[in-house]
Structure formats: C-alpha cells, structure tokens
C-alpha cells in the first residue's frame, strides 16, 4: 500500500508555547512524530509547519518539510496546502498526524490509511477506542463518537453518548455497562483521499463543527461517510501541557 504521512507543525502553540520543538528523549518533539511515521510505512512524510525554524530543525534531521501560511485555522486546511505543493495526485491517500503526538504508534497509522484501500468509495477515515468507564464518557474533552452498522461514523459529541436511559448517569468510577461496541472515543488521527482533503478546505466551518468545535463534523454534516478503524487501545496521550510533556519524557528516557 501506497500512503503519505503528513504532519501538521505550529511553533505558535497557546497552552504549551514552542511545544513541536521542545525535547522529547534527546531530540525535538516534532522530530520524534517524524520518526513513528516513518516507521509505519508510509512512501513519503512531510512536516507542514508555520514557521522556518520548524522547517529548519527537519531538515538538519535530514527529514522533508514545507513552510505553509500561518493563518490557518485547523491541522486540515494546513495540509490541504502542503499537498497542493507537493503537488499529489488527486487519489494520494493521506494520513494526518499531530505534530504533538510522539507516542503515536505506527501499527495505527497504517492501519488507518488502510481503511482507505479496502473501502475506495470512502473518502475519509479516522481511529477510535473503546470506552469501559463512566468518567471518561462524561468527560467533555474526550470525543465520543456513534457507530453505524458499516463501520463508519455517524456523530461525534463531547457528550456522552449513546446515552443508556436505564443506567444513566452513573457515579464517577463506575464501569459502564458490558455492551461490547457500543461506546468509543474518538483519536485525533485522519486519512483521507487527496482531492476531498481540498474540497473539505474550501468548505466553510459547519454549525455543528462551531459549537462541538470538531472539524469533522464539517465532513459529516455534507453527508461524508468516515470510516472508522476500531482499535483494541490507545496510544499515548499528545502533548498539550507542561505535565503532558512530562509524560511523554518517561516513554523516551
């Protein structure tokens, strides 16, 4: 199989200032996510960044990286760009990794983009875990998301959902109900075919988007089916904070 990793790079983080650049196990984080996409068997990944001293810490690794606008509102439109000057076919499946996401593994990439070859009349797919515990349901920064009986989404919400009426809601620490497949949380990892990967960036942000603020959501409510990879666990969490940072240390000591 044939596939790009693209990733997303912004030195202007809010919560964690130049966090893409700060070191994880001897080397700058963006570099250590530049590391697990090559291990995954992509043709080609590339580093999208915001600024030249992301693109120049890449290319002393001898990696590949673009310099894009910095006006862009979401990791999506970023890499509609960087595509646009790599100049990729209209068919290029591309996976979009987190410049924050070191712990990414690469079995999960490639099993993303993979869903794209088994299924060519889907555009785009994305990754999700199983949910066990109340207080992750409720937890309004973990993505939930609803299955259709094909494997594709049909919502993603910050709100627990599907909402079990005869159980809910229960007390923190509860485990929920032993119904296999029912409740997933959403990773933050996409694939999708070159030429919809434009088209959704010259979408207009969704209404459902703006107040989820999920920019999948502007792909669901324009009837794009996205399929889902169901995976047995996560990867390690991305790295929002200085503690997230801390973290992520441990794994690469």
Not at 119 to 145: G, N, S
Not at 151 to 173: E, K, M, N, Q, V
Request: with cysteine.
């Amino acid at each position: 199989m044939s596939f790009c990793v693209l990733i997303p790079a912004r030195l202007a983080s809010t919560r964690l200032p130049r966090k893409v650049l700060l070191d994880v196990g001897g080397i700058p984080m963006i570099e250590q996510v530049r590391r697990r996409a090559l291990e995954s068997g992509a043709a080609q990944v590339v580093v999208a960044a915001d600024h030249p001293e992301v693109v120049d810490c890449i290319r002393s690794y001898g990696g590949e990286a673009l310099l894009t606008a910095a006006e862009h509102v979401c990791g999506t439109e970023r890499l509609a760009e960087a595509a646009r000057l790599l100049g990729l076919a209209d068919d290029a499946i591309i996976v979009n990794l987190q410049g924050d996401e070191p712990g990414m593994t690469p079995a999960l990439l490639h099993a993303t983009a993979q869903l794209l070859l088994d299924h060519p009349q889907r555009q785009m797919a994305t990754a999700a875990v199983p949910i066990t515990h109340w207080d992750e349901l409720a937890d309004p920064h973990a993505v939930k998301l609803v299955l259709d009986a094909e494997g594709c989404a049909r919502y993603f919400s910050r709100a627990p959902i599907p909402w079990d009426r005869s159980h809910f809601p229960l007390s923190s620490g509860q485990t929920l109900p032993q119904t296999p497949g029912i409740w997933w949380r959403h990773l933050g990892l996409y694939a999708y075919r070159n030429a919809f990967l434009q088209d959704y960036a010259a979408w207009s942000a969704s209404p459902l988007e703006v107040i989820e603020s999920l920019e999948q959501m502007r792909a669901l409510e324009r009837g794009v089916q996205i399929a889902v990879y169901c995976a047995a666990e996560a990867p390690a969490a991305g790295v929002d904070t200085a503690a997230d940072l801390d973290r992520v240390r441990d794994l690469f000591p």
